[in-house]
């Protein structure tokens, strides 16, 4: 089955902990994508990566990183979490953005609280 | 970059009524329009997508039209059921970044 598996689900934590959250596709998608929801705000890209060891920033990166060692496998990290990064997170995936104009296949979300 | 606004926040309707969502974009050269649902607890899951060059499509009870001039689209649900309770989101693809930005979401609850 075709599917983008986000863990954690669900992760309490607090201020300065270093956290990451992975991704893990299985469908040979060259484009992934990190966005957080925010209520009234709809989804904002974080950070997307065209390929493996290509990275770029979105709308919102402050105080992420990103890593694209493995063509399946797009982790998010927190590196210093603060509590305006609570949030709601998707992970994406879909074919090479193009003429093709593939959509984009999303993860059942990680809710992040920093306290 | 692109900018895109959606109407209503919320919407209510009773079972077997038609619904409407619109959506504004700011960027001209945008050609990619999803609109995805999302159930609860659940990522987004496309439902219908139009491209630049279609002034409309359907799929059973879902269309989507699209009008570049006034740089706007809407989705269309008729005979509503219960399981079309969820938030619907629009979004565009910026060409600059091909990257999708979205639409705010509406809450679409549909009464039995």
């Known amino acids: 089955e075709a599917q983008v598996t986000q863990n954690p689900r669900y992760l309490i934590t607090v201020t300065g902990k270093k956290l990451t959250v992975t991704c893990s596709q299985n469908?040979?998608?060259?484009?992934m994508s990190w966005y957080r929801q925010d209520p009234g705000l709809g989804l904002r890209q974080i950070y997307y990566s065209m390929n493996v060891e290509v990275t770029d920033k979105g709308d919102v990166p402050e105080g992420y990183k990103v890593s694209r060692k493995e063509k399946r496998n797009f982790p998010l990290i927190l590196e210093s979490p603060s509590p305006n990064q609570t949030s709601l997170y998707f992970c994406a995936s879909s074919p090479l953005p193009g003429s093709s104009n593939q959509p984009q296949h999303f993860g059942d979300g990680t809710r992040l609280s920093i306290l | 970059g692109e900018n895109v606004e959606q109407h209503p926040s919320t919407l209510s309707v009773q079972e077997g009524d038609s619904a409407v969502i619109k959506c504004t974009y700011s960027d001209s050269a945008s050609n990619y329009f999803p609109w995805y649902k999302q159930e609860l607890g659940k990522g987004p899951q496309l439902i219908i997508d139009i491209r630049s060059n279609v002034g409309e499509k359907k799929d059973q009870r879902i269309a989507v039209t699209l009008n570049k001039t006034a740089k706007h689209f809407s989705l269309h649900i008729t005979e509503t059921q219960p399981e079309d309770s969820a938030v619907y989101f629009c979004?565009?693809?910026?060409?600059?970044?091909?990257?999708?930005?979205f639409g705010s979401g509406t809450r679409l609850q549909v009464q039995p």
């Open positions: 979004a565009a693809r910026d060409t600059g970044r091909r990257a999708l930005t």
């Open positions: 469908m040979n998608h060259e484009y």
